[in-house]
T-cell receptor, first 114, second 114 residues
Framework: DQQVKQNSPSLSVQEGRISILNCDYTNSMFDYFLWYKKYPAEGPTFLISISSIKDKNEDGRFTVFLNKSAKHLSLHIVPSQPGDSAVYFCAASEPFGNTGKLIFGQGTTLQVKP | KAGVTQTPRYLIKTRGQQVTLSCSPISGHRSVSWYQQTPGQGLQFLFEYFSETQRNKGNFPGRFSGRQFSNSRSEMNVSTLELGDSALYLC?????????????FGPGTRLTVL
């Protein structure tokens, strides 16, 4: 069973507009969520995270929103830039003996067109 | 601070052989986690080491093993290689104290099994 799901395999956005990437999860025990950006043949790069006690976290052009009741989080990128084109993964972790283990979604490929 | 480093970056092996991959964490990080990325299964957690002890383990066969040294460097070993072991192997390091510690990834080792 897939505990973290990114239902949109791809997203195309015009430069300067907002990109919204979505992620759903099923495990209510998850207490920490992260977004990573990945280029082919490279390791994921950490973008932003959010604890389950918050509903929003902002860092520059990146904002993550968490809706615990809906078990849904989203990453907003404003304004989008061509350099943002990459695969974006959401990931989650749970407490109580599961340190060091992240559960990843399947990824969403973002293309930002100039 | 130097990031997470992995060696080698690329490896080609044949079925039945074994392979050892190395990961050096960010200075001061005590936790090292290993992940396998394949097109079909995405990013999957292999195991995590903290203070030279395996603290968490994913659902992989016993052919996949690892260890951690006193300087926090970690190695991963795969024995009796199968074609399906071809993947990008990623390691990530973190402080390791809680499940909310952010993991930072290395560039990965691309393993091809022929």
């Amino acid at each position: 069973d897939q505990q973290v799901k990114q239902n949109s395999p791809s997203l195309s956005v015009q430069e300067g507009r907002i990109s919204i990437l979505n992620c759903d999860y099923t495990n209510s025990m998850f207490d920490y969520f992260l977004w990573y950006k990945k280029y082919p043949a490279e390791g994921p790069t950490f973008l932003i995270s959010i604890s389950s006690i918050k509903d929003k976290n902002e860092d520059g052009r990146f904002t993550v929103f968490l809706n615990k009741s809906a078990k849904h989080l989203s990453l907003h990128i404003v304004p989008s830039q061509p350099g943002d084109s990459a695969v974006y993964f959401c990931a989650a972790s749970e407490p109580f003996g599961n340190t060091g283990k992240l559960i990843f979604g399947q990824g969403t490929t973002l293309q930002v067109k100039p | 601070k130097a990031g997470v480093t992995q060696t080698p970056r690329y490896l080609i092996k044949t079925r039945g052989q074994q392979v050892t991959l190395s990961c050096s964490p960010i200075s001061g990080h005590r936790s090292v986690s290993w992940y396998q990325q394949t097109p079909g299964q995405g990013l999957q957690f292999l195991f995590e080491y903290f203070s030279e002890t395996q603290r968490n383990k994913g659902n992989f066969p016993g052919r996949f093993s690892g260890r951690q040294f006193s300087n926090s460097r970690s190695e991963m070993n795969v024995s009796t290689l199968e074609l399906g072991d071809s993947a990008l192997y990623l390691c990530a390091s973190s402080g390791g104290d809680t499940s909310t510690d952010t993991q930072y990834f290395g560039p990965g080792t691309r393993l091809t099994v022929l």
